[in-house]
């Protein structure tokens, strides 16, 4: 089985293809001043989720070459750190000036001067290095830190200000209104190159150590015949988490990519998935159950009764029940039905399986399966063993297995579960008191059910394959997959 299964997920786990119709990106991290192992994976995590961008991660950009930039539009940059080497730089220059694009996020415009190299642990303390010129023409400004020489480019105390736009008929601020509020670092007193083309300002009040004039914080670089976007915000994810970053920064990064902008003036917020209802009540779970839908489109129920009491088809589009109840209303019993019977989606999970015994409609052909609490049409009834050391392997090709591929994992063993012959196996352990499907597709053809008898406690919770698994099941079964 566990060979069979593995020779099938090589087949069906193929790398993931860049998708062509999306703005490519390439994101350069990995040595920063500031925390760049949270604000990295939020900045992908806004482009991700708009929509119209494919992201790729470089945490250690010294090496890459032109070969490893051509497959993308643009290049953002959350790094500050030593440079790179001639080759790779001269890689950036190109690829810019070839007409790609390049957005420089708050520290990023700091590094490659004369001032000493900052960085994390890796960075030798006072270590100094010559300017990369280019890279200030590129910015459009570079940071004065060397002592003796005015102005001196910096910060003063971190506040709430107002960035206002002086120029809003360029595409990244037309139809924008005209400030937005920003938490941040406010950068002062930059040495501007000739040729910039300033978007937006902030005051910077002398209340918090500033100038007392305005300050450049977002602007435009024409670089030959490509495209650079700074921008002075950004200095942790609760900064990144404006509104007003937000939007800029991903109008900003289309410009830099295409020189157009396609982005509402108003973003709307990211799709969440199917409307998900999760029932629960009549046996008791550990809380880390809530992290398997984080970032997900969801509502609790904590009893049946509470779930179906009204006609639910137009709220939810999948039903995940980790419920364990016998009895349940003649309403709600009508209401569960035509949610099912109207084609929405089911996911049975773990001791869900044991639900509504004597509702043969529900277990064998919604379910396909049930758990026996005590012996009857001449079966024993179904034994559960704690914290079994359990290896489960896929059994078919299937958008639930996806690329979850064998798992390991220490769980809850049901054994002796009636299962329907109807069924398509998912997934099959060889543990002693299973011996059998752990996961399955019903055979009910009026709706999409999915059953996982695994994920007892927080072991099972919080397994990376366990929560993959859960995932597919509920995008399989709101028809998304």
Known sequence: MRVLSSLLLMAATLAAQPDPNKIKVLIFSGWNNHEWRQTTPYL??????????????????????????EPFDTIVLDYCGPRWGEATEAAVENFVRSGKGLVVVHAASYPFGTAPVLGDHMTSAGRTEPPWMEYRKMVGAWWQREEGKKPYTGHGDRHSFQVKFTDRSHPIARGLGESFWATDELYEQFIMMPGVKVLATAFDDTRYKGTGKDEPILWTVDYGCGRVFHTALGHNVAAMQEPGFVATFLRGAQWAAS?????????????RGPRLLVVTGGHEYETSFYTLFEGMNWEHATTNEMAFHDDIRPKYDVLLLYD???????????NLRD???????IVVLHHAVADYNDWQWWYRDVVGGRYLLKPGDGMPASTYKHDQEMFVAP?????????VGPMHLIDEAYGGVWVSKGVKVLLASDHPDVRGPVAWISPYDKSRVAVILLGHDHVAHENAAFRQLVKNAIAWSAGKN
Not at 44 to 69: C, H, M, N, Y
Not at 324 to 334: F, M, N, P, V
Not at 339 to 345: A, L, R
């Open 395 to 403: 059994a078919m090709r299937h958008p639930v297995v996806g690329d």
């Open 44 to 69: 992908k995590g806004i482009l991700l989720d708009s929509g119209r961008f494919d992201v790729r991660v470089q945490e250690w950009p010294a090496g890459a070459t032109a070969r490893t930039l």
């Open 339 to 345: 949610f099912v019977e109207g084609g929405k989606g």
């Open 324 to 334: 364990l109840h016998q009895s349940i209303t003649d309403q709600a019993r009508k």
């Open 259 to 271: 020189g157009k902008v396609t982005l509402g003036a108003k973003l709307e917020p990211p799709q």
